[in-house]
């Protein structure tokens, strides 16, 4: 027992740096507005896989949910086809990696919020509230843009919720 919490505390001490790089790529799908496709640039000889990326720190409503295709839309004009550098920060549960986008100084992820086109979102358990986030989320609401031009929009884990009851 004693040895297989070794192998376990190893293993996971091992992958730490990987959770915590920044790795420059190109986006080249846009899944909806908190979720994009990223191939990192080639190293070497050698090319990696494109990874799933799911944009930190934010939730952006769903694509059949109100402003998620506005959302999505954003998010592509953003950053198809351009260059990022993404900063890894964490895998999901689905096994996506979590990471902030940076195309030149613009930090997309704030963006997405300050456009109006996703909520700030931080997991209790895994992130403190990033000031910025919560300031472009403030300047959005109180101009009314995108999602904050409705008196209550609907956060996308509420209505996530809402769908699956219904489903039941």
Partial sequence: MKRGL??????????????????????????DGDTVLFKPERT??????????????IDAPEKSQAYGDAATRALTALVLNQSVEANMVATDVYGRRVAHLAQG??????????LGLAWTYYPASRYRRNAAGVAA????????????AEATPTP???WRRAQRQSVN
């Fill in 137 to 148: 989320q403030e300047e959005a609401r109180r101009a009314r843009r995108g999602l904050w």
């Fill in 6 to 31: 070794w192998l376990l505390l190893v293993a996971w001490a091992v992958s730490l740096p990987a959770l915590a790089e920044n790795v420059r790529g190109v986006v080249v799908g846009v899944i």
């Fill in 156 to 158: 996308p884990w509420i």
């Fill in 44 to 57: 070497g000889a050698r090319s990696r896989a494109i990874l799933k990326i799911r944009l930190a720190d």
């Fill in 105 to 114: 100084t613009l930090q997309v992820n704030i963006e997405m919020v300050r």
